[in-house]
């Protein structure tokens, strides 16, 4: 169930998302809140579950572990008892950073990272012995965009495109425009038009 959150805790959220180094002074400047009443926030954020924990992101491959896969994996058997057995295993190798349960033809969606291609095959294994049926590993090659903060703040409304004016004056020609159909070229002038200007008033019949 979703905690009521206003622009105050939004903002903290989103900065803390960008930075959770920063000091409670930062922060309450930021707010325009005391720093007292902004750690009140920040703690009330923490026990409501809105901010599960604050940990710091670490590079994978600069951490020794080249090897970035997502495993797509399907179990034989549904029942609750071979779900429980699979899933504990998924818990229990460390090398498996995230997990997720989804629909599709898939059963689990897992994030895997490894220092070798050995240590990949163990993983693999175990999962297999454990009711992963079929286990489709998929190597990531380069990260489009990494992990990125939650859209909290609404974003800036973009202002609407000028309308055309429709008002033309006395006399004034009005040119039909149409593409040619499939092969791309430059419009083609189908016709123009005269289009009368704007009515003045009634003309009064002389007495």
Do not use: C, W
Not at 46 to 75: C, H, M, N
Not at 101 to 124: C, H, I, K, S, W
Not at 151 to 163: F, H, Q, V
Not at 196 to 203: A, F, N, T
């Amino acid at each position: 169930m979703a905690v009521s959150l206003d622009e105050i805790d939004l903002t903290l959220l989103t900065e803390l998302q960008a930075d959770a180094d920063r000091t409670n002074v930062e922060l309450a400047r930021l707010v325009g809140l005391s720093p007292a009443a902004t750690l009140y926030r920040v703690r009330r954020l923490k026990e409501t579950g809105v901010i599960r924990v604050i940990s710091a992101q670490v590079d994978p491959e600069a951490a020794g572990f080249p090897l970035q896969l997502y495993v797509a994996a399907t179990v034989g058997r549904h029942d609750l008892r071979s779900t429980r057995v699979f899933e504990d295993q998924i818990r229990a190798l460390p090398q498996i950073i995230a997990a997720d349960n989804v629909t599709g033809e898939m059963d689990y969606l897992l994030t895997v990272v490894a220092r070798d291609v050995t240590e990949l095959q163990d993983v693999l294994a175990a999962l297999a012995t454990r009711g992963g049926q079929r286990l489709i590993s998929y190597l990531k090659l380069a990260e489009i965009k990494p992990p990125s903060r939650l859209p909290l703040l609404p974003a800036t409304e973009s202002a609407p495109a000028p309308r055309a004016s429709t008002a033309r004056g006395p006399g004034r020609s009005s040119r039909r425009v149409t593409t040619s159909g499939g092969s791309g070229g430059p419009p083609t002038q189908t016709g123009t038009s005269m289009e009368p200007g704007p009515r003045e008033g009634r003309s009064r019949r002389p007495r």
